[in-house]
């Protein structure tokens, strides 16, 4: 039996803890007097304002609490390699959160053209237009880069007829052909499409040329 090292607060019966526990807790208190010591010590104001949160129904106790960027890291990684080994998953889980299952549904106000913009196949399509180019490619800045295509992509979801994310799929060649992406600074994007960013830190940012 291991030499006690402490005692319950309440009887004082002579009790052993690991030092980091004892390095974490305010007091010792054994399986008899362990629920009474709590009502006797009381809680702390932590421990007040976790309470205070409350715990609705279908919420946990985590409610209102932000992830850490490592935990969000870890969590995106762990779920990354989950669907990448079970893609039949993820279809299915897809299937179960469009159209009028989507929590944010909003009777179809969203446009075809937005929805595509926000696929999987879109951004894999932007980061390898941007990872190809490296820079502007009509002032050869390096800052805020951004994916244009140089035929619209509304102009080919008409011209091809898409109506929906599943024709968007069968016409990925057609639609993330890399030929048709360029790479712009946020300036020069906005250029091209006849917007500015009236003399902002962000224009000229976007507009640093490379040494």
């Known amino acids: 039996m291991r030499t006690p090292n402490t005692a319950c607060i309440l009887c004082g019966k002579p009790l052993y803890r690991r030092p980091n526990e004892l390095a974490r807790v305010r007091y010792a208190a054994c399986m008899a007097h362990r629920a009474e010591a709590q009502t006797v010590v009381g809680i702390t104001e932590n421990q007040q304002r976790g309470l ?5 129904k279908g919420t946990n106790h985590r409610a209102g609490y932000k992830h ?3 935990s969000k890291r870890k969590i995106a990684e762990s779920n990354v390699a989950f669907y990448a080994a079970n893609p039949e998953k993820a279809i299915a889980r897809g299937a179960k959160t469009r159209g009028e299952l989507n929590v944010r549904w909003k009777g179809g106000l969203a446009q075809l053209n937005k929805s595509i913009r926000q696929m999987r196949e879109n951004r894999v399509w932007m980061d390898a237009i941007k990872a190809r180019d490296g820079a502007c490619v009509r002032c050869e800045g390096t800052d805020r880069l951004e994916a244009h295509h140089k035929v619209e992509l509304a102009e080919l ?10 024709d968007a799929r069968a016409h990925a060649a057609i639609l993330w052909d890399l030929e048709n992406g360029e790479t712009l600074c946020q300036g020069c994007h906005l250029a091209e499409h006849g917007r500015v960013l ?13 040494e």
Do not use: F, K
């Open 198 to 210: 009236n003399g902002s830190r962000a224009h000229r940012r976007a507009h640093q040329r490379v």
């Open 52 to 56: 205070a949160l409350g715990r609705p």
């Open 157 to 166: 979801v008409d011209r091809h007829g898409i109506r929906s994310r599943d």
């Open 68 to 70: 850490r960027e490592n």
